[in-house]
């Protein structure tokens, strides 16, 4: 069996800057193992890569900012389908300066949100580059 093509997917690093100019950065779950991941999902047609991203910032996580259009890097991981076969995907990963959280979103009941300071989001994610890619972010470099 010919091995299945990779997804691509586009996914945003959600950050806010603390009083003392620290990194915090919002984590998710996921919704099947309920790990900590950051908010991802497919293209949608009509839209560019970037603004796939914030949609789906929107659906996971209820939040609203401003995204960079360039992304900052990737990472890949291994999709679990409905089928309960797995597939690897790749995720380009686009600056998220949050400016407000809604209190209710589509996915609000299927997710968990929390704040982490950076290295402990680094910690708290599986993907090495994902850990790597949060670790290196800076605003001021994108």
């Not at 998710?28 to 497919?42: E, F, K, L, M």
């Not at 910032?57 to 679990?80: D, F, H, L, Q, T």
């Not at 790597?132 to 605003?139: D, E, G, K, T, Y």
Request: glycine share 8%; with cysteine; hydrophobic share 35%.
């Amino acid at each position: 069996m010919p091995e299945a093509e990779p997804l691509q997917q586009f996914g945003v690093l959600p950050y806010r800057l603390g009083a003392g100019g620290e990194i915090h950065i919002l984590l998710i779950t996921s919704r099947d193992t309920q790990r900590w991941v950051v908010p991802r999902g497919n293209p949608i047609d009509g839209l560019a890569p970037h603004q796939s991203a914030v949609q789906e910032a929107w659906e996971e996580a209820g939040i609203i900012g401003a995204v960079m259009s360039e992304p900052i890097g990737n990472y890949c991981y291994a999709k679990r389908k409905k089928d309960g076969s797995v597939m690897p995907a790749f995720v380009d990963l686009f600056p998220f300066q949050i400016d407000e959280q809604n209190n209710d979103w589509p996915e609000r009941g299927e997710r968990e949100t929390r704040w982490f300071d950076r290295e402990a989001a680094a910690e708290a994610v599986d993907e090495p580059d994902l850990k790597q890619l949060i670790r290196a972010f800076s605003p001021e470099r994108g």
